[in-house]
């Protein structure tokens, strides 16, 4: 009866997300800039410029990647802190729901927000790319999966900022921080040529690092790889799950006790 009611919770909250990106028409933005943006990097053909294919990949998956990074950053920040700051928290406390139920609802708005936008985005580079003839490959599947699971972390962890920070706030720690993220990626590389001894204890702390960059499968894409490991999969499955419920659990235990 209680996942049945947080189930209904989740999907009137997903369905007001939806809709009031529609009404923003943020979508529509991000998807005429990548149409234009492939079209851009495809029009160098046209001058004699020959075998640029990846190139025109690149530029297509990149800037579907980063248009819906931006709009996840933007959604998941606006989340709480709209909700607070037009008073209707609360009419939704008083239903009543738990302020649990209200940041699961919240989380799950944003994040299905952010894959439906990123899968619409990516569908049409994809139509594009093929009337083009530069078909993307089987591994298409997998990026578009760990997105998903990048767009689980990138939520819950800009949501924990939205209770610490204003709204704006938390768009520009969150957008800096998701935009960077590759650096600390590459401290893995740093520890991996460590000691022994510091390397067991520099591991969990990496872990919860902004590591966003670990689900970008967008070179391997563009340069045609096979399908990454089952297993490899699974772990980055793993890891963005738990990731994402600590951040959530991080929220709700400042929720908890923050006067509204």
């Given at each position: 009866m209680r996942i049945a009611r947080e189930v209904q919770i989740c999907r009137a909250f997903v369905v007001a997300a939806l809709l009031e990106t529609l009404r923003r028409r943020e979508v529509f933005v991000l998807l005429v800039l990548s149409v234009f943006m492939v079209l851009g990097a495809y029009s160098f053909t046209f001058f004699g410029v020959h075998g640029l294919e990846l190139f025109v990949k690149d530029m297509g998956f990149s800037s579907v990647g980063l248009?819906?990074?931006?709009?996840?950053?933007?959604?998941?920040?606006?989340?709480?802190?709209?909700?607070?700051?037009?008073?209707?928290?609360?009419?939704?406390?008083?239903?009543?729901?738990t302020r649990w139920q209200l940041?699961?609802?919240?989380?799950?708005?944003?994040?299905?927000?952010?894959?439906?936008?990123?899968?619409?985005?990516?569908?049409?580079?994809?139509?594009?790319?093929t009337l083009l003839r530069i078909p993307p490959g089987w591994i298409f599947l997998q990026f578009l999966y760990s997105r998903y699971l990048g767009f689980m972390w990138l939520c819950g962890f800009v949501i924990f900022l939205s209770t610490v920070?204003?709204?704006?706030?938390?768009?520009?720690?969150?957008?800096?921080?998701t935009l960077g993220s590759?650096?600390?990626?590459?401290?893995?590389?740093?520890?991996?040529?460590?000691?022994g001894t510091m390397k067991?204890?520099?591991?969990?702390f990496c872990a919860f690092l902004p590591q966003y960059s670990l689900f970008d499968l967008t070179k391997k894409l563009v340069y045609g790889w096979e399908p990454?490991?089952?297993?490899?999969?699974?772990?980055?499955?793993?890891?963005?799950?738990?990731?994402?419920?600590?951040?959530?659990?991080?929220?709700?235990?400042?929720?908890?006790?923050?006067?509204?």
């Open positions: 248009f819906s990074s931006v709009l996840g950053v933007a959604v998941a920040a606006r989340q709480l802190p709209e909700e607070i700051q037009r008073r209707t928290i609360y009419p939704l406390l008083a239903r009543p729901i940041l699961l609802g919240k989380f799950a708005a944003a994040w299905v927000t952010c894959a439906v936008s990123f899968t619409a985005l990516s569908l049409v580079v994809v139509l594009l790319l920070l204003s709204s704006s706030g938390a768009f520009t720690i969150g957008l800096l921080l590759g650096v600390f990626t590459r401290l893995l590389m740093f520890i991996d040529g460590t000691s067991i204890l520099l591991t969990p990454v490991h089952p297993v490899a999969i699974l772990g980055l499955t793993l890891y963005g799950v738990a990731i994402s419920l600590f951040w959530l659990r991080m929220a709700w235990l400042r929720l908890r006790y923050q006067a509204v």
